[in-house]
């Protein structure tokens, strides 16, 4: 069964303060590795998929990484405004059509 | 315009009712879902259509029944609500293919059986 453990639960940073948020997954065969951004009261926003080990993605201040057992999201000089709870999800290549199974989520506060 | 869209937003209720949630997209695609995020949120399957044939059914209650009148829409109606159906729901869409597709969310509708 696919596996999807996200570290840390929380994490609370000053604006400024560069971090690491983990994903670590156990898959029969990785088909994509996704991460989402989801704000409270909203549905998951797409940010990054990656496909192979070695991968990388940026966008803004966030950086997402892939090796073949975890994954990284970095953030970079984070802002108010990237406060919200970042999900790492996979697609399982056996598994029946495109479904993801998600970790728990990191919630991360970046304060002023 | 919004891509996924699910109605209603909030559904209170008392337990034992029926209840449906209704779910749209107009992305085009040939797929689409069915997630529960409980109160730890965490996000898990529960049903995925693909134009209109179902394809997942993970291990949900029956009392849970998923219906797809075309692959624009897919709708979940629930009999006999119990206290613990209380969750956060919400509908994605996906195009089909071999090589990970995202999926997009609705923005999910909190039901709370009383």
């Known amino acids: 069964e696919d596996q999807v453990t996200q570290s840390p639960e929380a994490l609370r940073l000053q604006e400024g303060e560069s971090s690491s948020l983990n994903c670590s997954y156990t898959?029969?065969?990785?088909?994509?590795l996704f991460w989402y951004r989801q704000d409270p009261g909203k549905g998951p926003e797409f940010l990054f998929t990656?496909?192979?080990a070695g991968e990388e993605k940026e966008k803004e201040r966030l950086k997402a990484t892939l090796t073949k057992k975890e994954s990284f999201l970095h953030i970079t000089a984070p802002k108010p405004e990237d406060s919200a709870t970042y999900l790492c999800a996979v697609q399982d290549s056996k598994a029946a059509g495109n479904k993801l199974t998600f970790g728990g989520g990191t919630r991360v506060l970046v304060k002023p | 315009d919004t891509a996924v869209s699910q109605t209603p937003k909030y559904l209170v209720t008392q337990m034992g009712n029926d209840k449906s949630i209704k779910c749209e997209q107009n992305?085009?695609?040939?797929?689409m879902y069915w997630y529960k995020q409980d109160s730890k949120k965490f996000l898990k399957i529960m049903f995925s259509y693909n134009n209109k044939e179902l394809i997942i059914n993970e291990t949900v209650p029956n009392r849970f029944s998923p219906k797809s009148p075309d692959k624009a829409h897919l709708n979940l109606h629930i009999n006999s609500l119990e206290l613990g159906d209380s969750a956060v729901y919400f509908c994605a869409s996906s195009q089909a293919g071999h090589r990970g597709e995202k999926l997009f969310f609705g923005s999910g509708t909190q039901l709370s059986v009383l």
């Open positions: 992305l085009g695609h040939d797929t």
């Open positions: 898959v029969s065969g990785l088909r994509g």
């Open positions: 990656l496909y192979s």
